[in-house]
């Protein structure tokens, strides 16, 4: 009799467990059918295939649109925080996820040389594949995508908003368009045709291959070259500067426009010998006519007890570039209005500006009264 009630006890305990069991396979087949179905609905609406990436095994992918080369398991995101694998297929994850929209003065990229006193539809997406210390647009540069943060704006919704503001060019700037790069693509092959130019801000730390597709829709590039020694982009940017250098290279025997900045910090790349280094190679490397901004450091992000750059050493950083060879050097973020004009030879004012907004432009489509061509886009 005892052992009786015992065995109809275990029986009962069997019974439950197995329930319990079977219960949670079953919540655990329809979550994972729920999940699939929830990545391909937004693979279907937000994201979209990456570009420059391959499959490898074990649903593996490896990005090849920067230096970085991330491999990614299922699942896993890049170190740009906006590229995922999903089942073995690369997604970007910021399609269209604007972030940052402004209308500004072309001359805040800062472009001095390429349509002067014309406004710059400037566009954002969050993420960025490098980690500087003093970034000045971390809060979008260094966070991923976000559905509640960030407005959605198609490729067409982007060329049309540019077009009804005046604009005359759409600017890739704020973060990294490099990690929006299928966005730039779909949107400036539309600006074009729409008659729009296409520049883009970027750090230059694209592989050789995607670069040269992006050159195909885009007019002028402004390259940082943030400092000129290994060293200095390791410890503060977490990227290389021999692949911004590849970059820039490549960007001069296309022929599209360049203009490069470098922001100047003290204690870091402020040296004479870094000044001298970086515009000795740009002037071999690129040519004398580059335009060249030197610009001022304000505390910011990680970089908050470093001082601000003074208007003596861009004074004589610009001294210094102009000494090797380089004829249109700029300082930015200083009153120096010096600093801020474009010559003629002869040291007539070609263009005369204050900050970031042009005061008079001297130039004829492009040449001084003399009749020198200025290098750049003036019509
Ligand atoms: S773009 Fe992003 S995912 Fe691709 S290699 Fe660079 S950091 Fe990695």
């Known amino acids: 009799m005892i052992n009786s009630l015992y065995l109809k006890k275990y029986f009962y305990v069997f019974l439950f467990i197995n329930f319990i069991f079977f219960l949670e396979l079953g919540y655990k087949k329809i979550f994972a059918e729920e999940d699939i179905k929830d990545k391909k609905f937004k693979k279907e609406s937000n994201f979209k295939e990456a570009m420059f990436y391959e499959k490898l095994k074990d649903k593996k992918v490896k990005c090849n649109l920067c230096p970085r080369g991330c491999v990614l398991k299922d699942g896993e995101i890049g170190f740009c925080r906006v590229r995922q694998n999903m089942e073995g297929m690369l997604y970007s994850l910021n399609y269209s996820k604007v972030a940052a929209i402004n209308i500004d003065p072309i001359e805040k990229k800062p472009f001095f040389h390429f349509l002067?006193?014309?406004?710059?539809?400037?566009?954002?997406?969050?993420?960025?594949?490098?980690?500087?210390?003093?970034?000045?647009?971390?809060?979008?540069?260094?966070?991923?995508?976000?559905?509640?943060?960030?407005?959605?704006?198609?490729?067409?919704?982007?060329?049309?908003?540019?077009?009804?503001?005046?604009?005359?060019?759409?600017?890739?700037?704020?973060?990294?368009?490099?990690?929006?790069?299928?966005?730039?693509?779909?949107?400036?092959?539309?600006?074009?045709?729409?008659?729009?130019?296409?520049?883009?801000?970027?750090?230059?730390?694209?592989?050789?291959?995607?670069?040269?597709?992006?050159?195909?829709?885009?007019?002028?590039?402004?390259?940082?070259?943030?400092?000129?020694?290994?060293?200095?982009?390791?410890?503060?940017?977490?990227?290389?500067?021999?692949?911004?250098?590849?970059?820039?290279?490549?960007?001069?025997?296309?022929?599209?426009?360049?203009?490069?900045?470098?922001?100047?910090?003290?204690?870091?790349?402020?040296?004479?010998?870094?000044?001298?280094?970086?515009?000795?190679?740009?002037?071999?490397?690129?040519?004398?006519?580059?335009?060249?901004?030197?610009?001022?450091?304000?505390p910011n992000y990680l970089m908050t007890q470093t001082p601000p750059t003074s208007k003596n050493t861009l004074i004589v950083a610009r001294k210094i570039a102009m000494d090797e060879g380089l004829k249109y050097v700029y300082t930015g973020n200083i009153d120096n209005p010096e600093g801020e004009t474009t010559y003629c030879p002869g040291n007539k004012i070609a263009i005369e500006r204050r900050g970031f907004f042009l005061l008079k432009n001297n130039l004829n489509k492009g040449k001084c009264p003399d009749g020198t061509k200025i290098y750049g886009v003036f019509e």
Do not use: M
């Open 116 to 298: 002067p006193g014309t406004k710059a539809f400037s566009v954002a997406c969050a993420g960025c594949n490098l980690r500087c210390k003093y970034c000045q647009n971390w809060d979008i540069s260094q966070r991923g995508a976000s559905d509640s943060i960030d407005r959605f704006l198609s490729p067409k919704e982007l060329v049309d908003a540019a077009l009804k503001s005046g604009a005359k060019s759409i600017a890739y700037t704020y973060s990294e368009p490099t990690v929006f790069y299928e966005y730039v693509i779909d949107s400036a092959k539309l600006a074009r045709e729409k008659g729009l130019k296409n520049v883009v801000v970027t750090s230059g730390f694209i592989n050789p291959e995607p670069l040269k597709e992006l050159i195909k829709y885009v007019d002028a590039f402004k390259i940082d070259l943030k400092g000129f020694n290994e060293g200095f982009y390791l410890k503060y940017t977490s990227g290389g500067l021999k692949p911004v250098l590849e970059s820039l290279k490549v960007i001069k025997n296309s022929k599209r426009h360049i203009e490069i900045v470098n922001l100047v910090i003290p204690g870091a790349n402020d040296s004479e010998e870094d000044i001298r280094s970086v515009s000795k190679w740009i002037k071999e490397n690129l040519g004398p006519e580059i335009p060249v901004h030197f610009t001022r450091f304000y």
